[in-house]
């Protein structure tokens, strides 16, 4: 798992750390030193800290004026346990919607197992963001199965032809076009 980095052909555009707007502005991370683990294993020093022993993120883009964020994920994402959707939503969803983010993209491929718990936390998320939504993309079949089993896909869009989307060789802008359009096209706007 240590050698599982988090995108960074975006940092030229933006680093949350540098960020004032951003939950983890000034937040510190090593380019040598590995010092968090999941479950015992090392993960790459740059991915960010959510008070959380088993989910980390990299928020890899956020565009306040057109309001929507790209916030990529490591680890076990486990409820049950950790109330990780608790920390997540807040420690950086409620910054982030504070300062006008109304358009999530979590980008789920190295999310390796999902426990849930109640749906709480994600309807409050959902109702946040009333005029906007949130989008999971590259997420596994396996764990959007168990969001699933606990309707977290009421309050998240995944699924189809999410989960298919080369996300990296868009910009971010351009992602965010492309999930926006999904979005509406299942919404029928």
Not at 69 to 93: H, P, S, V
Not at 167 to 175: A, I, N, V
């Amino acid at each position: 798992m240590h050698t599982i980095e988090p995108y960074y052909n975006w940092l030229d555009l933006y680093t949350a750390a540098e960020d004032p707007r951003s939950p983890l502005y000034g937040a510190e991370n090593s380019l040598t030193d590995f010092t968090h683990t999941i479950y015992g294993y090392y993960i790459h020093p740059q991915w960010d800290d959510i008070d959380s022993e088993t989910l980390f993120i990299k928020i890899l883009f956020t565009d306040y004026d057109l309001g929507y964020t790209i916030i990529e994920f490591i680890g076990e994402w486990n409820d049950t346990l950790n109330n990780d959707i608790m920390k997540l939503k807040r420690n950086i969803i409620d910054p982030m919607v504070y300062e006008g983010i109304k358009h999530f993209i979590l980008i789920g491929e190295n999310v390796f197992n999902f426990h849930g718990s109640d749906d709480a936390y994600y309807e409050e998320w959902f109702e946040d963001v009333e005029d906007g939504w949130i989008a999971a993309i590259c997420f596994r079949d396996f764990v959007l199965s168990e969001m699933r089993n606990y309707s977290i896909d009421y309050y998240i869009n995944s699924g189809g032809t999410m989960e298919e989307v080369p996300w990296r060789t868009f910009t971010p802008k351009r992602l965010f076009g492309l999930v926006n359009g999904m979005i509406q096209k299942r919404l029928g706007n």
